[in-house]
């Protein structure tokens, strides 16, 4: 079954504790991506891959960072996490071909305390 | 730069009524237009895309299409269920580009 895995689902953490939200998708897409969704703000992205070992900033790269070594993979890391990154986090992937479908996980949870 | 504009929700319906959920968007160049549906406690699925001025996308009922003299992209749909609950966002993406931009999303509740 094509999809894009997130783990974990849920996650509550004290401000400053590093982690990582893993994505993984099976369906052998170029494109990942992280989004954010808060209430009244819809989606922003936050960083995107092209391809293995190519990332760029999204619309709201502050505070995280990702890293693409394999093409299935594509983790979300926030060194040090702050209140203002609690939020609902997707990660999406697609193919190459501008008009090609996103794919979105189910979503990662976060609280900062 | 890119913009979506979705009418604000909650649009409360009862079953059976009809649905039409606004979207405009500013774009540069000629973009390609999606609505995603985001049921409950689930990521976000592609509900139908159009890619083209006058293209109509539709799936499971719902309809939009592509008019570039207003810059709109409606969601539509004649006859609602319960199982339509959910929020909806309009999204665009503008040609070469690898950032979307999304709508804030409006929330649909049907009652039976």
């Known amino acids: 079954e094509a999809q894009v895995t997130q783990n974990p689902r849920y996650l509550i953490t004290v401000t400053g504790k590093k982690l990582t939200v893993t994505c993984s998708q099976n369906m052998n897409h170029e494109y990942m991506s992280w989004y954010r969704q808060d209430p009244g703000l819809g989606l922003r992205q936050i960083y995107y891959?092209?391809?293995?070992?190519?990332?760029d900033k999204g619309d709201v790269p502050e505070g995280y960072k990702v890293s693409r070594k394999e093409k299935r993979n594509f983790p979300l890391i926030l060194e040090s996490p702050s209140p203002n990154q609690t939020s609902l986090y997707f990660c999406?992937?697609?193919?190459?071909?501008?008009?090609?479908?996103?794919?979105f996980g189910p979503g990662t949870r976060l609280l900062v305390l | 730069g890119n913009s979506v504009t979705q009418m604000e929700g909650p649009v409360t319906l009862s079953e059976e009524a009809f649905l039409t959920i606004n979207c405009t968007y500013t774009a540069t160049g000629y973009p390609s237009l999606f609505w995603y549906v985001q049921y409950p406690g689930e990521g976000l699925q592609l509900l139908l895309k159009a890619t083209k001025a006058d293209d109509k996308g539709s799936n499971k009922g719902f309809e939009a299409t592509y008019r570039k003299e207003t810059t709109s992209f409606h969601l539509e749909k004649g006859s609602v269920q319960v199982s339509d609950s959910a929020v909806y966002f309009c999204?665009?993406?503008?040609?070469?580009?690898?950032?979307?931009?999304f709508g804030r999303g409006t929330s649909l509740i049907v009652h039976p």
């Open positions: 999406a992937s697609r193919d190459s071909g501008s008009q090609e479908t996103q794919y």
């Open positions: 891959s092209m391809n293995v070992e190519v990332t």
């Open positions: 999204a665009l993406r503008a040609g070469g580009s690898y950032i979307p931009t």
